[in-house]
DNA sequence: GAGTGGTCTAGACCACGGT
DNA sequence: CCGTGGTCTAGACCACTCC
């Protein structure tokens, strides 16, 4: 059970490019192909991602180019960790776990996590805090399928991700974050200290696992004065 | 000059798609490709466009299935490609260019864009409208020195970034974006037709050529309550 | 076993950029 | 003109899911 030919294929890439400068040359995809022996639509495979994920860009009729990646902020367009941009930007982070329930989902959720008839879900509802003022008030959904037995104490001071991935084997391999503006209701505003009214922001994100099944399901909100989402976007339409 | 195979295949199924409910299957890439009278290869291009935008997810060995929203309303996203986003739900798409006029930049312009001195920018005003709704309200400010003697006439029922592409050869091949919540001020809630005070989103866009040279820097205010920032983030720790 | 998506081959012609 | 990436074909076998 080898691993795919384009994935070897992007791996090597992969190190290749590491060793060149930004805008420096690849070689041709026809020059690829006799490299690593390899039909032309598996070299265009690997180069597919590569590209998807920034780390060349193409031209056409003139060639396949390194790109200028990790010169900004480097922690933008991957999958976002609340705690680890806190830390980055010099700030104590704080997590409260405050609940963690079985609960039936509503058809919103079931339909976002593929749930069948009466199949169920955790609830954990977080409130994460920068140097101990709130900024995030959140709802995580979890597939009871997925993470049997699960508790609130095992939570306790673990990133999320690597309980979801060390215990129950689930890794999150791309996620989907709808992000809306919001003016704060009442319950919002008392669990982020802030004024009713006030924009905010209302993120959905959705991860799935390298099958494409989805494994959480998050609706957060997050302080308006104090919270800014970044993304990075790639070529392909620009 | 035609447009490609795979692209009129991805814009039927786009019609197909709005036509059918989150997790609803479509038909298997056998029957696709009998369908349409193309080869498989040519399926599934159009499927993995489809699938990276998220409007479906393919389960290996079950099948290929219409993707959940999130929200209810009418999604509308990705800040770069307004006019095809508009499009693609059924809606009509106008751009009012308000007026072009070069300016000396504030600091923050300057140094998003990389000015020296008393280098100038285009600052070009643009309304945005879904059906004759307004939607979202943004300032462009453009380098003098890369797009010398700009005019509005020029602009004129062609997407921007055509116009730096073709006439300037400028191709933007990755843009940052920060995303913020805020509270409409008296003259973007007129422009907006919308209350004063309303949440609404505060996008901030620098795209980037492939020398890595700033090339643009956008400033939009979108409505909240039409507007859904998409974007999509990978696991890197792959 | 039948049907699905995932991977792969070996060709072909087109569209674009530069000489 | 040649070399580049972009599109496209008609096959093949593999890996997975469900019955």
Redesign the pocket.
């Known amino acids: 059970?080898e691993k795919?030919?384009?994935?070897q294929v992007i791996s090597d890439l992969e190190k290749r490019i590491n060793h060149l400068k930004p805008n420096d040359r690849?070689p041709?995809?026809?020059?690829l192909l006799i490299q690593y022996n390899?039909?032309?639509?598996?070299i265009?495979?690997a180069l597919q991602d590569l590209e998807e994920r920034g780390l060349i860009y193409?031209?056409?009729?003139?060639?396949?180019f390194v790109s200028s990646r990790y010169l900004d902020q480097p922690n933008i367009g991957e999958m976002y960790s609340f705690s680890e941009e806190v830390r980055r930007s010099g700030q104590k982070p704080t997590t409260l776990n405050q609940s963690l329930k079985l609960v039936e989902p509503n058809q919103k959720i079931a339909e976002q996590l593929n749930l069948q008839n009466a199949e169920k879900a955790y609830e954990l509802v977080r409130l994460r805090l920068a140097n101990d003022q709130p900024y995030i008030y959140s709802k995580t959904y979890l597939p009871e399928k997925l993470f049997p037995s699960l508790t609130l104490d095992e939570l306790q001071g673990v990133p999320l991700y690597d309980v979801l991935k060390d215990k129950y084997k689930q890794l999150g391999v791309m996620a989907f974050e709808d992000v809306q503006a919001v003016n704060l209701d009442k319950q919002e505003s008392e669990y982020l200290q802030e004024e009713v009214g006030s924009a905010s922001l209302k993120i959905y994100r959705k991860t799935i696992n390298e099958?494409n099944v989805p494994i959480e399901f998050t609706i957060s909100v997050a302080r308006g004065d104090k919270f800014i989402y970044r993304s990075k976007q790639y070529n392909h339409l620009l």
Chains 1, 2 share one sequence.
């Open positions: 059970m795919p030919l384009y994935r690849l041709s995809e026809r020059q390899v039909s032309r639509n598996t265009r495979l193409r031209l056409h009729g003139k060639g396949t099958k």
